[in-house]
Nanobody, 123 residues
Framework: VQLQASGGGLVQAGGSLRLSCAASGRTFSSYGMGWFRQAPGEEREFVAA????????GYADSVKGRFTISRDNAKNTVYLQMNSLNPEDTAVYFC?????????????????WGQGTLVTVSS
């Protein structure tokens, strides 16, 4: 599986962005998908995850109520809608695919990673 993330950019605090992650391959609908982020000098951290059907999701406490993960299996794409952004959300955002079809929140259970897209939130 190859993953291509896009949609990052510069936004003011309080603004919104939608990230997309396009996946190659015919087995996309069998994978659990996730978004992680990594700020400069920090560890890569979990942001959001979604199961194979889109019927179950999970979020980090820091983004709950502001971010929404979704997927379109017909388009082999997973999305991350980010609202009410603040400077602490500034990071490179990575999408990832897990062979597990469930909501997966740990990095080590993701087998495939995209290249990352930079989100910068100005105050």
């Amino acid at each position: 599986v190859q993953l291509q993330a896009s949609g990052g950019g510069l936004v003011q605090a309080g603004g919104s962005l939608r990230l997309s992650c396009a996946a190659s391959g015919r087995t996309f609908s069998s994978y659990g998908m996730g978004w992680f982020r990594q700020a400069p000098g920090e560890e890569r951290e979990f942001v959001a995850a979604i199961n194979w059907s889109g019927g179950s999701t999970g979020y980090a406490d820091s983004v709950k109520g502001r971010f929404t993960i979704s997927r379109d299996n017909a388009k082999n794409t997973v999305y991350l809608q980010m609202n009410s952004l603040n400077p602490e959300d500034t990071a490179v955002y990575f999408c990832a695919a897990s062979r597990l079809p469930t909501v997966v929140t740990t990095k080590r259970q993701y087998a495939y990673w995209g290249q990352g897209t930079l989100v910068t939130v100005s105050s």
